[in-house]
Nanobody, 122 residues
Framework: QVQLVESGGDWAQPGGSLRLSCAAS????????MAWARRAPGKGLEWVSG????????YYADSVKGRFTISRDNAKKTVYLQMNSLKIEDTALYYC???????????????WGQGTQVTISS
């Protein structure tokens, strides 16, 4: 049974940094692409970043490009999202997402976690 548990969400000031983690279980982690998505207050779901099963490539939404970095440790069955230069508009509930193949096709997923809250304010 697929389980994705996010952690690391916290309050931070604009310009600060946070690192989110997602612990995966119940499937062959190294065979699947993973991603992060977020839902900000009053807004729809936004796909933030994706990573291939073998970390061969990554993609980012324009809103976070250059500030966020996605990575994974297949041995630890964990995916990370390093968030730097945080902005108030980054405030959202962040979800860890599993894709149904080794390629992170945006919008196509089959599992997600409960989310971890990130709040950016001064």
């Amino acid at each position: 049974q697929v389980q994705l548990v996010e952690s690391g969400g916290d309050w931070a000031q604009p310009g600060g940094s946070l690192r989110l983690s997602c612990a995966a279980s119940g499937f062959t982690f190294s065979a699947y692409a993973m991603a992060w998505a977020r839902r900000a207050p009053g807004k729809g779901l936004e796909w933030v970043s994706g990573i291939y099963s073998d970390s061969s490539d990554t993609y980012y939404a324009d809103s976070v490009k250059g500030r966020f970095t996605i990575s994974r440790d297949n041995a630890k069955k964990t995916v990370y999202l390093q968030m730097n230069s945080l902005k108030i508009e980054d405030t959202a509930l962040y979800y860890c997402v599993k894709h149904p193949s080794g390629t992170p096709v945006r919008g196509e997923y089959d599992s997600w976690g409960q989310g971890t809250q990130v709040t950016i304010s001064s």
